[in-house]
């Protein structure tokens, strides 16, 4: 069940429901932080607060559970949450860092193998059109499949 940032409120399944004030309070700062981004419900079930996002693309996914809605929730909340805390992935951050060394460290060869490059990939074209030229097969098509070849 969806707990709505309002004291009380009717469901069809629960009938009435009245929040606790503290429950009261997280549900609001979450909406106010959030807004539809990010639900808490209540899973009769387990006995345990649901706190599930609404992604872009329409599907939910889970956040975390918790047994109580308190401040720690709250707390758990925003450090979970990557962008509020301009989250970088150390993957990346390596990935990017190695890019950057290996251009740096590549940069004065550039000039020296440049002309031996340009010279290598005109020879790799006919000679007289340049790298790259795209040459054509001629395959005769009277070939029989059969033929054994």
């Known amino acids: ?5 309002i004291k009380s409120f009717y469901t069809s399944r629960e009938g009435m429901v009245t929040l606790d004030d503290d429950v009261l309070s997280i549900v609001r700062q979450v909406r106010e932080l959030y807004g539809d981004k990010v639900k808490i419900c209540w899973e009769p079930t387990t006995e345990h607060y649901v706190f599930i996002e ?30 509020a805390r301009n989250y970088e992935d150390p993957y990346d951050a390596s990935e990017r860092e190695q890019d950057e060394l290996h251009a740096r460290r590549d940069e004065p060869y550039l000039d020296q ?4 490059g340009e010279e290598l990939a005109w020879s790799l074209g006919d000679g007289k059109h340049g790298p790259g030229y795209k040459q054509s097969i001629h395959v005769k098509r009277d070939l029989d499949a059969t033929s054994g070849l």
Not at 54 to 83: K, M
Not at 113 to 116: F, Y
């Open 1 to 5: 069940m969806e707990l709505r940032a």
């Open 54 to 83: 609404n992604s872009a693309d329409g599907a939910e996914r889970l956040i975390f559970t918790t047994p109580e809605l308190d401040g720690r929730a709250f707390e758990r909340l925003l450090a979970s949450d990557s962008h």
């Open 113 to 116: 193998i440049r002309g031996a």
